[in-house]
């Protein structure tokens, strides 16, 4: 992968959002956001309903490329490339940061196929059974796994099945791995299990999570980014979604710098 | 960081994409055979049409000699029947059509009761309609022969009845039309009244409304949309139906106004002459066949119409 | 005070609410007497003269022989062979046509006006794609000289069959969830690989029951096969037979019903059996592996 050369002395950003506006049809959706997303680190946006955080979290591996007229402005550079440029290949996009999404998403095929169908896609040439299983290990979902690889993802409960899932997006090994609510439909011990295979994927893959949870974001990231949503002015009902503050977890859950952010995370709106 | 070397794909090669853009272009492709089908038919058929148009006029429509002898040709009896045949049997099949919609939507009988009848009713449209003209034409005619004598005794001074029935005719041919359209016209309301939120019904019960009130004023003013929508469907179905009618219409072009005499449809016109007709008798039959489609296409592109833009928001 | 809140049958409202139950109860055994007469009548009376010997031999020339009409199995394999090419027609292009709504287009007046045209052509006579089908193929003889012919036959099939297919096909995509797309394509997984592996697989029951139920209803057709396949008396021997005039079931009906002879009418009769006996086999074969699929 090649760099620009402005941006070779940070290397360890993955993705950087550089004045990025997001609108559906007419409507924006969020509007200026700047931001550094560290390498090897978990981040996580949080903030209101309809500040634009999933938004924004789709446009960094063009999922909304699928959504009727929606389009962004600014750029979005991985690893220094711009990803909205025109020569790029949204599949190419997606085979390097790969997504979990919020609702649990098996295939309706057996377990084992659920993570060789991403492999294969992805050209992989190694030993099929070792990824599975790997990638099964990682998301530690195996043991409970390891007797039915030919029975259908849906024979799995909720939070297995989700295991399921981030297994599957670990087996393209993607350089990162998007998480769009990944634990909202699930129970709190499969969210602990959930959060405990996070600490040990940061090690591999650099993980960008949207979560309406503070406490999770508190307790599996290392960064965290504040969005907020603010009325146009003039009209009412329409709300614009803008990144209000971005730092280090610690900093931002102790010490806010905005009024917002102080009042989102002590529970006073949102 | 995870090692990349064993995946091959990571940037898809040129065949991977062409097999991508070529699938995509393909479907469009595939997409546009509709248009062009529709398009070709209304081509063919017009132009087809034209020497006959040219040397007919507006006249084809008023006057009913069809005489390959001396080349005359107007259609007003087959146009004439098309009308009558497709709009009485809209009369008899709406309020049977409704009426069973409404009785197995509504929780008058067991569910499975309501799903069998539905089912029949969806079979019936499964039978062909040459089964249909065949049973029309032995059973069903024969049958209501003395019961179409008796409305020309009593009734024979209107119009519409004021010829015998000796067979095969308009009326037996309107029957058969309602078997045929009664299962789009049933399927279709069922559908629309089922659609109808339960709130809707609740808020009419909630109010101390009976069973047919709330029915008459807030379940079917709901559903209107979706029944209109399929009544039109029906209306351009029975337009366009042919082989049941053709075998009991009687196939004659000699005009009357009642409908217990024989008399043509334009389909049935087209099913007995088309396979042996030359000269400016095909291009007349085309003429016909252009009247048809328009007929048709003006009640179907009316049926999108209505259930688009008279569907309520709940 | 204390109200009455007994049920009083001799209020006017509620008499006329049982008088309107009746009727709509009535309404509905007459929708389904029908299908009753019908059924019945085509069971007995075809079952009655059904035998081998009739499923197999070729139908004899009205008034050739007043006591034995022949048999319709050149008809019933007629009535395949056409519905078969009617199929390989109509099922990849209207698949395709489904696949390209659903899944690529984003509601632009391109799609709108596709939509629009398969309704509308869902609502044109049979006899009209009959017509069409003479005035293209079988006098201008653009396929390989032949005029007649069970192609023919089976183009204006498909024709009647293709706006079916591209509709369950479309309503059928439609019903795959959201997130099945986006796990396919969230590993980095083509549209077309997206489409072929795991969109069409997941709504392949429903996409296959709409389809063969339009096929049944193209299979009992006759109006687009009266001047286009025309009617055969002889079994097919060689491929290239499908040139030449082909006999469907629903044709020899309609010939032999408006024959005078007894004969002609039984075998329209027993051809009227064996059609009905198909048709509503597929029917309710199709219904119940659809229900078996949606109460898993």
């Known amino acids: 992968m090649t760099r620009s050369p402005e941006n070779s002395h940070e290397c360890d950003v993955s993705v950087s959002l550089q004045n990025v506006s997001i609108s559906y049809g007419k409507i924006d959706a969020v509007r200026n956001v700047y931001c550094d997303i560290p390498k090897g680190k978990v981040t996580a946006l949080i903030g209101p309903s309809g500040c634009g955080k999933s938004t924004v979290l789709r446009a960094i591996n063009r999922m909304n490329d699928l959504i009727p007229d929606c389009s962004l402005k600014g750029r979005i550079l991985f690893e220094g490339n711009d990803l909205y440029a025109p020569e790029v290949d949204p599949v190419e996009v997606r085979r390097r940061i790969g997504m979990v999404f919020q609702q649990p998403n098996p295939f309706p095929k057996s377990i084992y196929e659920n993570i060789a169908f991403g492999a294969r896609v992805n050209g992989y040439k190694g030993d099929m059974n070792e990824l599975v299983e790997k990638s099964l290990r990682k998301a530690a979902v195996w043991e409970e796994c390891k007797d039915k690889l030919n029975q259908s993802g849906y024979s799995l409960s909720g939070g297995q099945q989700q295991r399921l899932c981030i297994a599957r997006t670990i087996a393209i090994e993607p350089d990162v791995i998007l998480m769009d609510e990944p634990c909202s439909a699930l129970d709190p011990i499969s969210t602990l299990k959930i959060e405990e295979t996070m600490h040990e994927l940061k090690k591999s893959f650099t993980i960008i999570i949207v979560t309406h949870n503070m406490q999770q974001a508190l307790r599996v990231s290392d960064m965290t980014a504040f969005y907020n949503a603010e009325a146009i002015d003039g009209t009412s009902g329409s709300k614009v979604g803008y990144l209000v503050e971005f730092g280090d977890t610690e900093l931002i859950f102790k010490s806010p710098s905005e009024k917002a952010t102080q009042d989102y995370i002590s529970g006073r709106f949102g | ?314 | 005070m204390k109200r009455n809140l007994n049920y009083k049958p001799k209020l006017s409202r509620n008499i006329s609410n049982r008088l309107l139950t009746l009727i709509s109860g009535i309404f509905a055994s007459i929708a389904v007497l029908p299908l009753v007469l019908v059924i019945t009548y085509v069971l007995i009376k075809g079952g009655s003269l059904i035998n081998l010997d009739l499923l197999i031999l070729e139908p004899q020339p009205p008034g050739d022989d007043l006591e034995n009409a022949g048999g319709i199995g050149n008809a019933i394999v007629g009535t395949f062979i056409m519905t078969g090419i009617a199929s390989l027609i109509s099922i990849p292009i209207g698949v395709g046509g489904g696949i390209y709504l659903s899944e690529y287009s984003k509601d632009g007046t391109f799609s709108r006006f596709i939509r629009f045209g398969t309704n509308v052509l869902s609502g044109v006579p049979s006899i009209i794609s009959g017509v069409f089908v003479y005035a293209v193929i079988v006098v201008s003889k653009v396929i390989f000289g032949s005029m007649f012919s069970g192609i023919a036959g089976g183009i204006a099939l498909s024709i009647l069959m293709l706006p079916t297919v591209i509709k369950t096909t479309d309503e059928g995509l439609k019903l795959v969830p959201n997130d099945l797309r986006n796990a396919s394509l969230g590993v980095g997984a083509s549209m077309f690989t997206t489409i072929v592996y795991v969109t069409l697989p997941a709504s392949f029951r429903s996409i296959a029951t709409g389809v063969v139920l339009g096929l049944a209803r193209a299979a009992g057709e006759t109006a687009p096969l009266i001047f286009t396949a025309l009617f055969s008396f002889y079994h097919i021997t060689s491929f290239s037979d499908i040139f030449y005039e082909m006999s469907s079931l629903s044709v020899l009906i309609y010939n032999f019903a408006l024959e005078p002879y007894e004969a002609q009418n039984e075998l329209a009769w027993a051809a009227s059996f064996v059609l009905v006996i198909i048709l509503l086999g597929i029917n309710i074969i199709s219904r119940l592996i659809s229900n078996l699929a949606s109460e898993k």
């Open chain 2, 1 to 314: 960081m995870a090692s990349n070397k064993d995946f091959l794909l990571r940037n898809r090669t040129r065949p991977e994409k062409i097999i991508d853009k070529g699938f995509k272009s393909l479907t469009v492709f595939m997409a546009s055979m509709v248009a062009f089908v529709l398009i070709s038919i209304l081509l063919v058929v017009f132009f087809e049409s034209t020497e006959a148009m040219a040397r007919y006029g507006l006249k084809f429509l008023i006057t009913s000699d069809w005489n390959p002898v001396t080349d005359q040709y107007g259609a007003f009896t087959a146009i004439y029947g098309t009308l009558i045949t497709s709009l009485l049997s809209l009369v008899i099949a709406v309020p049977l059509g409704v009426g069973t919609a409404i009785f197995i939507t509504e929780n008058f009988i067991p569910e499975s009761i309501k799903n069998i009848i539905g089912l029949m009713v969806e079979l019936l449209a499964a039978i062909p309609s040459v089964v249909l003209g065949l049973w029309a034409v032995f059973v069903m005619e024969p049958f209501i022969r003395p019961f179409l004598s008796l409305l020309y005794k009593y009734l024979g001074w209107i119009p519409f009845l004021s010829t015998e029935p000796i067979g095969p005719g308009m009326a037996p041919a309107i029957l058969i039309l309602v078997v045929m359209i009664l299962p789009i016209i049933t399927s279709i309301s069922r559908d629309s009244l089922n659609q109808v939120p339960f709130k809707l019904r609740q808020a009419a019960y909630g109010i101390g409304a009976t069973r047919w009130t709330a029915i008459f004023n807030v379940i079917l003013p709901a559903a209107i949309s979706g029944i209109t929508g399929g009544v039109l469907l029906a209306l351009g179905r029975a337009m366009g139906e042919t082989m049941a009618v053709t075998m009991i219409i009687g196939n004659s072009n000699n005009f009357s106004w009642s409908i217990l005499s024989p008399g043509y449809t334009i389909s049935a016109m087209l099913a007995n002459q088309f396979g042996e007709a030359d000269g400016s008798q095909v291009s007349s039959l085309m003429y016909a066949a252009f009247i048809l489609m328009i007929l048709t296409l003006i009640v179907n592109i009316f049926a999108q119409w209505i259930v688009k833009s008279l569907s309520l928001k709940y």
